[in-house]
Structures are given as C-alpha cells and as structure tokens.
C-alpha cells in the first residue's frame, strides 16, 4: 500500500514530507513529516525528527518521535529518543532509550 | 498494516510517491522514481525517472535520466538523458548521448562532450542532395573563392568535399542539372575537376 519506498543504498540528507505512507529502508537524516504512516524497515537508518500519524520501527532510529496516533518498536529495533503519542507498543526483543510521553495534545 | 510493511521487501527502485516533498540532498546506487517533488541534489549511479507527476528541482548527476515530467536543473548523465513526451526541461545536459522526443519541451544548453566535425571526406555515401543550396558557407575553406556560386556548380560536392572539412562546403548551388552527373563520375574525379576548375585545385590543396 504505501507508495513511496526509499530503497536501501539511497541516502537522504534533508526534508521529507508528505501525505502519504512512507517506507524507508535507507538512510535519512534530517526532517520526516508524514501525515499517514512510517515504516522504518530492518535496513532504514533514520536520524530525524519524526513527526506522523502511525510509526513502525524495524530499524535504528535517532530522533525525536511525534505521532498522532500509534508508535510500534518492533523487535531487533533500536530507537535513541523521545516517543511523544497515545498509544505505544514495544516488542520483545526491541532496544530503546529516551522519554515516552503518551499525554499528547495536538 | 506489519504486514504490508513486511511485503515491500527488496526493492530496487526507491518510487517518491506523488504527495511527497523531499528536500535536501539524495544519493544513492539505485534507480529513482520521482513521482511527487524533490529539491536539492540527487546524486545516482543508476537511472532517474521522472514520471509526469513528478518535479525534480535539483542537480542531477546520475548514469541515465528519462524524464517525462518537470525538471527545472541540470542534469549530467554518464550515460544517457532522455526526454520523453511529456518531460519539460529547464537547465542544462551534459550526456555523450541525449534523446529528445516529439512533444517535449526543452530550454538550455546541451554539452556531449567531444563532438567531431562532420568532414567531408567520404563521398561514397554522400549525394548531392545532402546539402541545401547553401552557396557562401565556404568561409570555412581557406582558400579564395567563399562566394563563387560559379565555381562550385561544376562540382560542389566533389572538390569541395577533400578541400572543406565542413559539410556546409557542400555547397550546391542552385544549379541541379551539373551535379547529377559529376556525382556519378565523382568517385574518380580526382583528375577532372582540377582540369574544370583550377580553383577547386587549389582548394584542394589547402586541405
């Protein structure tokens, strides 16, 4: 479903936004505004803020995490810091390290 | 929705969806499909495709670009560039080979690298018929006679073609009945025109 993939050689030093799904198996530094969903797979390195409706984590995330909806670290991830969404869900086996706050005003 | 994540597994083309804006610098050893908007610098070893949806404000330097949609940027290719119908281009290309189809819309420079002079000096393959009455191109030609619409009658195509590099040299005048006939004995004339015309001797000589 999602329509735009961001292969995994391709490295992106910048700005993405968009109004669509989102799935990263590459490298992004940067800004990530999504307004749907966020898929970090095994291979995606993200150091970004991150700011979307849905995110899933497969990778390694660096960067601040604002969802309006759900964030789900999936196993083998690792995410270095601060999740701010109402709902949270973290794996077995995931790796994370920062603040969760799920009181979010938006 | 795990699931569809799991599905879009190896990839090896990164598609930038339509609602999409990236902006900053994007590097990479695949294809890129540009369906939305990027800004910045794109930096491929493979192919850029910019379908019709899609805007790409940025250097492009990449193996091979087909662009059918806008393109304001210069774009060098190792490869090849092409432009297809529905691609508008504003900037530079800088590619050994550059294909620009019917319908498309293009405004800047083309550089393809080395670019030989078209010479002159095969006349099996070459009729008349080539060259447009074009009668003073001849400046090109060292020697004398530039604006002799008289002399090159005779045989433009024939002396002209040893003595002027350029095809322009090819003059033929307007006087059609001459040449028909010098282009078949053309292939040995090598004698003939200078008894003609001494100036083609000449000409020749300069070359």
Redesign the interface.
């Known amino acids: 479903?999602?329509?735009?993939?961001?292969?995994?050689?391709?490295?992106?030093?910048?700005?993405?936004?968009?109004?669509?799904?989102?799935?990263i198996?590459?490298t992004v530094k940067?800004k990530i505004s999504?307004k749907e969903?966020l898929?970090v797979?095994g291979s995606g390195l993200v150091e970004a803020d991150i700011s979307t409706q849905?995110v899933?984590i497969?990778g390694k995330v660096t960067g601040n995490i604002l969802a309006t909806d759900k964030v789900?670290l999936?196993t083998d991830c690792r995410v270095v810091g601060d999740i701010k969404a109402p709902r949270i869900l973290i794996a077995d086996g995931a790796s994370f390290k920062g603040n969760v706050d799920m009181d979010v005003e938006r | 929705?795990?699931i569809?994540?799991k599905e879009?597994e190896?990839?090896?083309?990164?598609?930038?969806?339509?609602?999409?804006?990236?902006?900053?610098?994007?590097?990479?050893?695949?294809d890129?499909t540009v369906?939305?908007r990027v800004e910045?610098a794109i930096t491929l070893t493979k192919t850029l495709i910019v379908e019709p949806s899609g805007v790409v404000k940025a250097n492009a330097a990449v193996r091979n670009a087909i662009i059918s949609g806008v393109v304001v940027g210069n774009i060098s290719a190792s490869e090849s560039v092409h432009l297809t119908r529905e691609g508008r281009m504003v900037g530079d290309i800088n590619s050994p080979r550059v294909i620009i189809v019917e319908g498309a819309a293009f405004r800047g420079r083309i550089d393809m690298g080395e670019v030989e002079e078209p010479r002159i000096q095969e006349r099996t393959a070459r009729p008349q018929s080539v060259a447009p009455a074009r009668p003073a191109m001849v400046p090109v030609r060292p020697a004398p006679p530039p604006a002799r619409p008289p002399a090159p009658p005779p045989r433009p195509p024939v002396v002209v073609r040893p003595a002027a590099p350029p095809k322009p040299v090819e003059v033929k005048p307007p006087a059609p009945p001459p040449p028909p006939p010098k282009p078949a004995a053309a292939e040995e004339r090598a004698p003939m025109p200078t008894a003609l015309a001494k100036r083609k001797v000449v000409v020749k000589r300069k070359k």
């Open positions: 479903m999602a329509n735009t993939v961001i292969g995994s050689s391709i490295i992106i030093d910048g700005e993405i936004s968009g109004d669509e799904d989102l799935v198996q590459g940067g999504v969903s898929f797979e849905n899933e497969a789900e999936k | 929705m795990a569809q994540a879009i190896q990839v090896d083309n990164t598609i930038v969806g339509e609602s999409i804006l990236i902006n900053g610098k994007l590097e990479g050893d695949e890129l369906r939305g910045g």
